[in-house]
């Protein structure tokens, strides 16, 4: 780093020890190498032609390791199909290979990209893509342009290493996009990035439809509500729930995961976060520059950023947008399942329920047996019973189960007419009381999630369980404080 040195020993004016103290505390002048690099890409030879792999998501391709660099083909053909957004509501989705996201494409610097994009001759319109790794015009779209039934190839030549969104470019831009029509293209450096355990492939998309989300039947695109951003779903990877129960991305505990996360948009910015987590490393905005030891990371409409974190403990993460109503009301929540020992030094889980009494009463142990606990209760009637009930359900069961107990298909079952529920008391209490994980059934549907532990107290939970019987065609149960006693007690 002798011209670092050289550069802070020449006397200069003000303003250039200021560019100097910036480049050294925030890149170590990386920054200086990295433009002598760029240049250089353009000159590394290519020797062979190799087929690119293509992944769908949550997969991505081999890593490029240590290969050379060279004549990339890539073979993208462009579907229009209906897919499933939510259990029972259906989208004709415009995608990049089949899969919204479009498949993943992972290349080196200096690989040269002979890009063959297939327009299926049942599709209905025109397309083209337009890839934020090219240097040249329009991304590729005013080259890649193609009609049903045709075949266009063009070529261009990665320079900058880094994870780049490409996209539809097609009038109207917007609603290609709000299609399903983007998709990731990686550019590893000369010798790769380092190796990780687990790598996956994430993006989100908002999805703009004519009814309000949850409404059945096949759903077409709302022109307004996407001019307005006001969208009906947040999803990561094209549909509600492509990313939870059976569908979650796994781990084992000690393993270190990369997530390729980006954002199609074509409206919302991202402010990915993973509940439980923290990331070890972020490549902001998916370019040169690594932040270390990040809660939440914003990735913008048509941006991306590499993520990557060791998982220390076994539990389920939850990947959410935390602008936080569209992950638990809109569709834009993951999970990563990670398996293995349990850390008690990193994470006890709960060590202990003490009632607190502020009055004197200090701290004193959760009482064991029925008889302490089943004092003291005044009765209530029916009526207040439901009052109370739904004010507690409201604040907290509501969040994941939704306002008219309808629950979110894939993620969070419903508790209207659920024959899970009514079938079974004392089991519903439990749930309540002790959390619920592993598969069930509920109408059905197969659901393999976590129900945290919630906690209420036992009449708050007899008032809440007995106004969810009494609403949405269940089937009218009162619970008292007693039965939850009952349950709780029972070992
Ligand atoms: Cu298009």
Redesign the pocket.
Known sequence: MNTKLNFLNVRSYWRQSIIALACITIVSCANKEDKTEKVNTADIEVSQVMQAELTAPPHVPTPVGRRQAKKLIVDME?LEEEGEMLNGVSYVY?TFGGSVPGSFIRTRVGDEVEFHLKNHPDNK?????DLHAVNGPGGGAESSFVAPGHEKVFSFKVLNPGLYVY????AP?G???A?G?YGLILVEPEGGLPPVDKEYYIMQGDFYTKGAHGDRGLQSFDMQKAIDEKPDYVVFNGKVGALTGDNAITANVGETVRLFVGNGGPNLVSSFHVIGEIFDKVHVEGGDLVNDNVQTTLIPAGGASIVEFKVDVPGTFIMVDHSIFRAFNKGALGMLKVEGEEDKKIYSGELRDDIYLPEGGGIQAMPESDEVAAKDIPAQSLEEQLKFGKQAYQQTCFACHQAEGQGIPGAFPPLANSDYLNADVDRAIGVVLHGLTGEITVNGEKYNSVMTRQSLSPDEIANVLTYVYHSWGNSKKVITPEMVNKVRNQK
């Open positions: 462009i415009w319109l025109p397309h083209n893509i996209h539809c470019a097609t831009v609603m290609h996009i299609n029509m």
